[in-house]
């Protein structure tokens, strides 16, 4: 054998071995993926089951904010700043679900819940009152997306925000 043709099938070896270690790589990135949409998915839900959390440890703050949804100017200065705390946490949590599912990282099932529970606050007389308020805050992309598309589809007719009254 030629070292002409020792240095060409070193250079085939050599392909070879590269093709396999894309190979190896898609398979490790496509793994790596699964992983980030699952941390993500869990991530989301980690901040939405706090919220509500918190709500359920708290009968005055959970009063208060039924209240609020109910009829926002029926709150005093120190209820609306608590309810309005507490929206910006919710609301806060929704954006970020809102931009992981933008992303891909969090799947469009989970993201039709989330949807759900935001369609559920943000559809009460209170929550369209706050989002008038606070909406500026939050991201043009995610403010739209309230706006135009949570904001204007019909609720459920089982939805029942906190679980304390229908929305029609």
């Known amino acids: 054998m030629s070292w002409d043709a ?3 099938l070193a250079e085939v070896v050599a392909a070879l071995s590269v093709v396999v270690s894309l190979i190896y790589v898609g398979f490790q990135i496509r793994q790596n993926t699964g992983a980030v949409r699952s941390a993500t998915a869990q991530a989301v839900h980690d901040n939405y089951a706090a919220w509500y959390i918190n709500l359920s440890n708290d009968a005055s703050l959970n009063a208060l904010v039924i209240k609020g949804l ?11 700043a608590r309810f ?3 929206f910006m946490a919710f609301s806060s949590y929704s954006q ?3 931009y992981q599912w933008r992303e891909g990282a969090l799947s469009p099932q989970l993201w039709i819940g989330w949807e759900s529970l935001i369609m559920n606050l943000v559809g009460t007389p209170g929550g369209k009152e706050f989002w008038k308020e606070r909406g500026y805050t939050f991201g043009d992309d995610y403010r739209d997306y309230v706006v135009n598309t949570i904001m204007k589809k019909p609720p459920n007719p089982e939805a029942k925000p906190l679980g304390a009254f229908k929305l029609r």
């Not at 109910?70 to 609306?80: A, N, T, V």
Request: glycine fraction near 4%.
């Open 6 to 8: 020792i240095g060409a």
């Open 70 to 80: 109910k009829d926002y100017s029926l709150l005093d200065e120190i209820e609306k």
């Open 84 to 86: 309005i705390d507490t």
């Open 96 to 98: 970020n679900a809102f």
